[in-house]
């Protein structure tokens, strides 16, 4: 007789620690006995959850959200006092460790944030708010295709297309946040905006900014508040000189304050952003303490555009791997950050 309900067990060695995502929850590296593969497990406190029925929400949105862009879920299953979540082990990190090592092209940065949008319109058609969108949620498969992960904040939308949602990651929270708990999908519009943001500019100049409000233990929320409420954090007029116009005016759009000003899905941002061309995709920044170096390389002719510290440009050019040669024109003193944009677009 085939009996209704089975309980069964799972093995598994802790090989390392990657993350701690909090008081309620870390995350390991393990060796996996029964399929006999090192994966990633999520380890989160029953004690900080609601109640039993919420045990397996995480995977269950995973589950539902099942997508090229989106991480796996192998299993889910729990102990006496936790709950796992098992997902493949992607050996090429986040989107913030890229961040933390290198600058990206606009190339780069349009390519990644699309396949971040293609997870968010199935998440979002799945009726999910992910609520938790950032850098460190952005995973990088085995292709480096990107994959939107971390399901402990999502919430499933009511027939209104609204969801509650009262715990937030601060750096990343919008405007709507601090007036009320219920929200609709363009919460995640706005955190894709920050993300792209990121992407833009790098994490540290996101950082400084955040900074400025002081540490924890004295955040000036007041201040905080007041500079999220009239879009002063982030600087939407501080970026990178080779950021072009197109992909700014995205970003921006992201970050309205009034959410009925953003773009209202996942598609309208990817639609905006199938725009962005030209001369400015391929260079490439890489910050020195006493210069900034940009460098293209385009059909067999390449360009070199340092920066020193007190603003000067010096550019040199070469075809074909040949010498390098001084572009006279674009040699300047105290070179402003619109004759920066020029090089960028017409070179």
Same mark, same amino acid.
């Given at each position: 007789m085939i009996k209704p309900y089975q309980k069964a067990e799972l093995t598994f060695d802790i090989i390392r620690e990657i993350g701690h995502d909090g008081q309620n929850s870390q995350t390991f590296v393990v060796h996996d006995h029964q399929l006999n593969a090192q994966i990633v497990t999520k380890k989160i406190r029953k004690d900080r959850l609601n109640s039993p029925s919420d045990f397996f929400t995480e995977s269950q949105s995973l589950y539902t959200s099942a997508h090229s862009n989106v991480v796996q879920v192998h299993y889910a299953c729990f102990d006496d006092e936790h709950v796992y979540v098992a997902m493949p082990y992607y050996e090429n990190g986040s989107l913030k460790d890229l961040l933390s090592r290198q600058s990206l092209t606009v190339r780069q940065i349009v390519a990644i944030g699309s396949q971040i949008l293609a997870g968010l319109h199935n998440i979002h058609s799945k009726k999910l708010i992910h609520f938790d969108v950032k850098p460190d949620n952005i995973l990088f498969s085995q292709r480096w295709d990107a994959l939107v992960s971390d399901f402990g904040q999502a919430k499933q939308m009511n027939y209104s297309g609204i969801a509650a949602q009262d715990r937030h990651y601060g750096k990343m929270i919008p405007p709507e946040a601090l007036t009320t708990d219920h929200f609709d999908r363009t919460f995640d519009i706005y955190q894709f905006g920050l993300t792209l943001y990121r992407m833009c500019n790098g994490n540290e100049h996101f950082y400084r900014q955040f900074g400025k409000y002081g540490p924890s233990h004295n955040f000036d929320r007041d201040a905080f508040r007041f500079d999220l409420r009239n879009a002063r954090f982030p600087d939407r007029t501080d970026f990178l000189p080779h950021i072009p116009a197109a992909l700014r005016k995205v970003i921006k759009k992201c970050l309205e304050v009034n959410p009925a000003e953003r773009y209202q899905s996942a598609i309208d941002v990817a639609n905006a952003m199938a725009g962005i061309d030209g001369n400015c995709l391929d260079w490439h920044l890489v910050t020195h303490p006493d210069k900034k170096v940009w460098t293209k390389s =385009? *059909?067999?002719? +390449?360009?070199?555009?340092?920066? =020193? +510290?007190?603003? *000067? !440009?010096?550019?040199?050019? !070469?075809? *074909?791997?040949?010498?390098?040669r001084r572009v006279t024109t674009l040699c300047k003193e105290n070179v402003t950050d619109a004759e920066l944009k020029k090089i960028f677009t017409d070179y």
């Open positions: =385009d *059909n067999g002719t +390449a360009y070199e555009l340092l920066i =020193d +510290a007190e603003g *000067n !440009s010096v550019c040199y050019k !070469s075809v *074909n791997g040949g010498q390098k």
